[in-house]
């Protein structure tokens, strides 16, 4: 079963938008705390942002905060990551993660379950 499946990246310049989006099974996003985290080619996986089951909570890594937004549409079981003003240092291949396990979000890779394939964004300079 494929729980999370992630689409929307490509390759935009600086300074350009991109929209990431996760489908997720109905039952595995209604019980977990999402998030995005991104890994760039010789580098660890760090985290993007995350958001409560509720979106009451989010968080959001320094390096993305106020360019980055992550939201959730629990209707369509949905989560989301609106990318603006992009820049190339943001490459990397982004992956949704999801946390059944979690009462609360997290920003540690290790706490999430179950990810999906990953998404390549690309920015040019």
């Known amino acids: 079963q494929v729980q999370l499946v992630e689409s929307g990246g490509g390759l935009v310049q600086a300074g350009g938008s991109l929209r990431l989006s996760c489908a997720a099974s109905r039952r595995a996003f209604k019980m977990s705390p999402m998030g995005w985290f991104r890994q760039a080619p010789g580098k660890e996986r760090e985290f993007v942002a995350t958001?409560?089951?509720?979106?009451?909570?989010?968080y959001y890594a320094n390096s993305v905060k106020g360019r980055f937004t992550i939201s959730r549409d629990n209707a369509e079981n949905m989560v989301y990551l609106q990318m603006n003003s992009l820049k190339p240092e943001d490459t990397a291949v982004y992956y949704c993660a999801g946390g059944r396990l979690l009462a609360d979000p997290s920003s540690r890779y290790s706490d999430y379950d179950y990810w999906g394939q990953g998404t390549q964004v690309t920015v040019s300079s």
């Open positions: 958001i409560s089951r509720s979106s009451s909570i989010t």
